[in-house]
């Protein structure tokens, strides 16, 4: 147990290493680094398709496909607490 | 101003953050897991992301904390 | 759980139905402002738990109708599926109603303005449908996980007796 402890305090450093490391060239805030793409959906999205809210037409027009995973990850984790907590599911 | 409001919000997280895996009563450490949440949700909202914020508040502030007392009713109170 | 006290009956039921309602503006507005389908079926199933805690259980599970929720929620995949299978001649998820006129096609100005609610063609149809979705699932989570810790503490209970 005593012996693990060193192994997790060397770990931890080293992982603060390279956070710090990474927060040495951190982009500053607010300014995206490639552009073209938001550009693109900030012109295009009112007309093309009519909606005033950019975000939500990325989510369900321009990436709907991403929001079908996560609908559908919603609908197993429902469908496995329901199989996990059914009424006489671990009857032995 | 609104830097020392950040500064305060992010400095709430990481004291309640804390606090969640320091309690030994589980309620109590449910409870500022909670706190946790709405922080990080008002910290979305600071950042500008407004639709992120509100899924925080609704599933974390709320949902999960409702869930994990649930949870808690079966299980002991306290922690060994 | 156990229903608490009087104060706290009476103040849920007059505040939970606005719980209710601020969830369906989150829904119905996805496309005008802040929020969606996920975040506004969030809130409306809060208003499970708030009934959860504050009216106990036994009188939750005579309100809900698990067979209700579940039936929702396959439905709401379904509509969402369906908006997006419908596009197909283009692309899957493709904006068909966009601009046609009708229940979900008007046109909007250009440029920033207030927003007009029947706009933006499969966009506040896939709001609905997944704002349906999440309420029954996420109510059908709070109310099987407490069905099922009722049923463990039951069982303990007998146990002990032997």
């Known amino acids: 147990m005593r012996g693990w402890r060193i192994f997790y305090l060397l770990g931890l450093m080293v992982m603060c290493g390279l956070f710090f490391g990474a927060l040495q060239d951190i982009h500053p805030f607010g300014e995206p680094v490639e552009p073209a793409m938001d550009d693109y959906f900030l012109e295009r999205a009112q007309e093309e398709r009519a909606v005033n809210n950019v975000v939500t037409s990325i989510v369900f027009d321009y990436r709907g496909f991403d929001t079908l995973g996560e609908a559908a990850v919603l609908f197993t984790a429902v469908t496995s607490v329901v199989a996990l907590f059914r009424k006489g599911g671990h009857e032995r | 101003m609104a830097d020392v409001v950040h500064t305060a919000v992010l400095v709430l997280i990481v004291v ?32 500008q992301a407004p639709d992120v914020a509100i899924a925080e508040a609704g599933i974390g502030a709320g949902l999960s904390t409702a869930i994990y007392m649930i949870a808690l009713r079966a299980c002991k109170r306290t922690r060994r | 759980m156990n229903p608490l006290s009087l104060i706290v009956r009476t103040v849920c039921n007059v505040f939970a139905w606005f719980m209710v309602i601020f969830g369906a503006y989150i829904i119905v507005h996805g ?77 909007v100005p250009l440029g920033s303005n207030t927003g007009v609610l029947n706009s933006s063609g499969t966009i506040a149809l896939m709001n609905l449908a997944v704002g349906l979705e999440v309420v029954a699932g996420l109510s059908l989570i709070i109310v099987y996980m407490f069905k099922g810790i009722r049923l463990e503490l039951d069982r303990e209970e007998e146990s002990h007796d032997r």
């Open chain 2, 16 to 47: 309640s953050a804390f606090f969640a895996a320091w309690f030994r009563d589980l309620l109590a450490a449910v409870i500022s897991l909670a706190i946790m949440s709405l922080m990080i949700s008002l910290e979305f909202y600071i950042l």
């Open chain 3, 31 to 107: 496309h005008l402002s802040p929020g969606g389908g996920f975040q506004g079926g969030a809130v409306v199933a809060t208003f499970i738990a708030f009934l959860l805690v504050a009216h106990g259980g036994k009188r939750l599970l005579g309100w809900v109708k698990e067979g209700l929720f579940s039936a929702v929620e396959s439905t709401g995949l379904l509509i969402f599926l369906g908006a997006g299978l419908f596009g197909i001649s283009t692309t899957f998820f493709y904006n068909f109603l966009a601009k046609k006129g009708g229940l979900f096609g008007s046109v």
